[in-house]
């Protein structure tokens, strides 16, 4: 179903065309300044990005040091819609300024895939077939790290769960020694049972996991701090 949603001040055109893109940054600044810098000087480049395409901006900040500092789910009206903004004033602004900010080698942004049955390590993937319209309702990031097993066999612990989560409104980053997954839900209360049935189906592969609800607020209204995000509002 097509559908015309007024966005963030913005009209979003047709969600069944949206276009996703999940970075990670790893940063090379000390924390305290790199809290300083996200929140006054990269975060709010992405407010002028609106106008240009993007219809959502969800980051979360992590202080652990296997982990991304960073995690972002950016979605697009459409891909060509993303490219045509990679080529924009704004858009190179925006990647220029990654530039003192993270560590190019460790940090990049995946684009997800349909799950099949079947996962591989630095890929992302949506379960529901038929979902695409990841605007409403509420969303959260569960972050687990500190896998038991080796990489082989807690992939294939990793596959059981996505598998039994098929048709479930989850977005899943499958890394080397975690997993990342944007929960989307209707209402608060359906968000925190998909987050404790994740949890449990991945309490035998991960020893830590972590949870962090995105709130809705305007850029610049309040500082995010570590394991804290935000569901962006222009």
Sequence with gaps: MKLL??????????????????????????????????????????????????????????????LPNEIVLLTFKDEETYKAYTNTEIGKNIRAAHGPVFDSTKSNSLVPGLYSGKAAVENTYLLDPNFTNTIDGVVGVLILSEPYGS?????????????AGQGLKV????????????????????LEKLRSDRCSGYKKV???????PLEKHKIGDKVVGFEQGMDAQW
Excluded at 16 to 29: E, I, K, N, P, Q
Excluded at 151 to 163: A, D, G, I, M, T
């Design 151 to 163: 990489e082989s066999s807690s992939l294939e612990e990793v596959e059981k769960v996505l598998s």
């Design 5 to 66: 949603l007024v966005l963030f001040g913005f009209l979003s055109l047709d969600c069944s065309a949206a276009y996703h893109r999940l970075y990670r940054g790893f940063t090379t600044l000390a924390p305290e300044t790199f809290i300083k810098v996200v929140n006054k000087d990269f975060f709010p480049l992405f407010s002028k990005a609106a106008p240009l395409g993007l219809i959502s901006y969800r980051p979360a900040l992590l202080n652990v040091p296997t």
């Design 171 to 190: 977005m899943s980053l499958i890394a080397k020694n975690y997993l990342i997954e944007y929960l989307f839900a209707d209402s608060p209360k359906a």
């Design 206 to 212: 991960f020893k830590a996991n972590k949870f962090i």
